[in-house]
């Protein structure tokens, strides 16, 4: 491929892929499937590799993250970015109502109302259209330049919709209760200490200095405000928010205008009851002065806008008894302390059993079994104790403390230097391989219906089951025997799992529970290698080399093929028929399809590396040595051996000036 098809072919995918991800992260109506876009994105991240200079600044490839920085610049804000002041009951907004109609001349005011997004304030600064700074918002005035960890977030854009000279907007960048929930589990089966709630995990993944970290999470952004702005002229912050919707920001759906502060109350009132319901966190409502004018009019002190309020939900905190505290065994081991708690309510389900993490918490907090305790759901989503209510101890609450041994499996426990979590090490553990055949059958894995905990636990029972290939030589008559298993319910298991054997690779690569790699990593593995044979065939050099994939996954890839229970397992999910390959993608043009090439001698206009590039992006394989079954020797200067075996054999040799003109 020479430089202006390259340059060419860059603007085409830069353009094709940042409107695939607008359609897929702000409208939620993705045009094509994950692996396709995965493979347009390999294609255009191997030709940027060859010519970097062609690297156009909206790039969907600097989303991915890219090398660790050295720290944080510091950026002054165009315009403070002040914070709001606090409204926390309902007389607390008619008291605003009553200082804004005080500080008007009369009339009538809009109120817009909004969510409160539990997330941390960014700001970003757009120049003629392009996203060049993204920042936080540090003390109000000056903030810490955060640019590439923002650019992994996908609902950003990159490029505005329409190029304006100057714009920089503000939102709230923020963690999904899901993602805040799968980073957790993942850091306790790691055992790493887990965040608080989703907010600290927003701000600890955008304050990482490795962007990797933040591509790895799917953090999100509501974006709410404009700070500084040229080319638009908007009246009012209902209209400002539009015009940011049409720029291609994504704008919270919820925004409400009344004329009426008793009418904002109960639609605050409606959303402290529906909030649950939402697939992120929020902790109160907003409240803004429409009209632009009577804002400038109200103005601000040093602190925060007399033209606005946030109005703070109640925390959820109830009561509750911890009736025991028991050991759970994690997938990889880890030995997680949970508490058995009366069942009790708590933001918008019940709650009777909550985890306590690790022992130095349990110690921390002073938990001990029988005790009355404080609980709130951490994110909205994981029950926890937030504290003891010590004034009703009685004396007779027994301390809790980690058994030596698996209580499963009873073998010893280990407990790793500098790690919080104690694990069993028994590879082979009942409890072990019981979290690993759940996380199998999980939606992001292979998504099996019908095949809960509970099921699970009888096929295990029943000994119908040892590992995840055992699901796929289940047989009708065997689970007609299983308690509470009639013939419809057999039918709908066995049919859900006959439909799992196709679900794409990315999901099987998952499904394994291969140590650090996630459900995203699994798509980035599926597009990259195409097939579980490749993938096990990868070396640790071409692992490192795929983006997003570092020496610690790329250790952990090669450890699991390595171990011979694992590759029995491929191959009788192989024997099975589930499949192991993905369709590689026919992305844009392709004519080396299929096609075998071998490079010998010295090109001209290419290293070797970028002949490579080009032949792969072009669907072609490069091998090493000649056969019958080489389709194109590409002879540079001073071809030797392999160009006589290309000539004796009959295969077809080329020139360098050929191969130019063979890849446009
Ligand atoms: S407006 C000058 N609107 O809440 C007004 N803030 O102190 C600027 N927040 O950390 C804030 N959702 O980032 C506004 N819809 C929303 C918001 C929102 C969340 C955050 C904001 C800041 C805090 C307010």
Redesign the pocket.
């Known amino acids: 491929m020479n430089r202006d098809t390259a340059a060419r072919r860059i603007t085409e995918l830069t353009e094709l892929l940042n409107e695939h991800n607008y359609n897929y992260y702000v409208l939620d109506n993705p045009k094509i499937s994950d692996t396709e876009y995965d493979g347009l994105m390999q294609e255009l991240i191997k030709i940027e590799e060859v010519y970097p200079d062609l690297v156009l600044p909206d790039s969907p490839s600097s989303r991915v993250g890219g090398a660790p920085a050295a720290g944080f610049e510091t950026v002054s804000h165009l315009v403070p ?4 002041s606090n409204a926390f009951g309902e007389q607390d907004l008619r008291d605003f109502d009553r200082r804004v109609r005080g500080g008007l001349a009369g009339g009538t005011v809009e109120y817009v109302v ?8 960014v700001s970003l600064l757009y120049e003629n259209g392009f996203l060049v700074r993204g920042a936080t ?1 540090g003390d109000g005035e000056t903030g810490e330049d955060i640019s590439r960890n923002l650019k992994t977030i996908n609902s950003i854009p990159l490029r505005l919709r329409r190029p304006l000279e100057l714009l920089e907007v ?3 960048a923020y963690l999904p209760k899901k993602e805040f929930a799968r980073i957790n589990r993942e850091r306790e089966e790691a055992g790493l200490p887990t965040f608080a709630n989703p907010r600290n995990a927003a701000a600890g993944s955008l304050r990482q200095l490795d962007p990797r970290v933040a591509a790895s999470r799917a953090l999100d952004a ?1 974006l ?2 404009i700070g500084s702005v040229s080319g638009i002229n908007v009246t009012g912050h209902r209209q400002s928010l539009e015009e940011l919707q049409e720029l291609g920001f994504k704008i ?1 759906p919820n925004v409400r205008a009344f004329n009426d502060i008793e009418q904002v109350i109960d639609y605050c009132r409606e959303w402290a009851e529906k909030r649950h319901d939402l697939p992120y966190e929020i902790d109160g409502m ?1 409240v ?1 002065v429409n009209d632009l004018s009577l804002q400038t009019e109200l103005g601000a002190t040093s602190k ?2 007399r033209w ?1 309020v ?1 109005y703070k939900f109640p925390a959820e905190e109830v009561e509750t008894v911890v009736k025991n505290i028991f050991v759970r065994v994690g997938r990889t081991g880890v030995l997680t302390p949970t508490a058995l708690l009366e069942p009790v309510r708590v933001a918008g389900s019940t709650v009777s059993s909550a985890t306590l993490h690790n022992i130095d918490i349990v110690r921390e907090k002073d938990i001990r079994i029988g005790d009355h305790v404080v609980i709130h759901k951490a994110g909205d989503v994981i029950p926890e104790v937030v504290r003891v209510v010590r004034d009703k101890r009685t004396g007779k609450e027994t301390e809790f403390h980690m058994p030596g041994e698996c209580p499963v499996c009873r073998t010893g426990v280990q407990r790793v230097e500098g790690e919080v979590a104690v694990r069993c090490p028994n590879e082979t553990c009942p409890g072990r391989e019981r979290e690993g055949l759940i996380h199998f059958v999980s939606r992001d894995a292979m998504d099996i219906e019908g095949l809960g905990p509970a099921v699970i636990d009888q096929l295990l029972s029943a000994g119908l089951i040892r590992d995840a290939a055992d699901l796929y030589y289940l047989k009708a008559e065997d689970l007609l025997e299983l308690e509470r298993m009639g013939r419809k319910s057999v039918e709908n298991l066995l049919n859900a799992i006959e439909k799992s054997k196709q679900k794409d690779l990315s999901q099987l690569i998952f499904a394994l529970g291969i140590r650090h790699i996630g459900a995203r990593t699994g798509k980035i593995l599926a597009a990259q290698f195409g097939s579980m044979a490749r993938l096990q065939a990868a070396g640790l050099d071409e692992l490192t080399a795929v983006p997003e994939i570092g020496p610690k996954m790329a250790e952990s890839i090669v450890a699991y093929f390595r171990e011979p229970v694992n590759l029995k397992l491929l191959d009788r999910l192989k024997a099975a028929g589930v499949k192991l390959t993905q369709e590689t993608q026919q992305t844009g043009e392709r004519p080396f399809d299929g096609k075998t090439f071998v490079l010998t001698g010295t090109m001209e206009k290419y290293t070797r590396k970028e002949a490579e590039t080009i032949i792969e992006s072009l669907g072609g394989k490069v091998s090493s040595s000649v056969s019958k079954k080489t389709d194109f020797v590409v002879a540079g200067k001073e071809a030797g051996s392999k160009l006589d075996k290309a000539l004796a054999l009959g295969v077809t040799v080329i020139s360098e000036t050929d191969f130019e003109e063979m890849s446009g």
């Open positions: 970015m002040l914070s709001l909004e969510l409160k997004i539990d997330g941390l304030a918002r503000r939102g709230e509501f709410y405000g919270n907003v803004k925060s806008p606005a946030a």
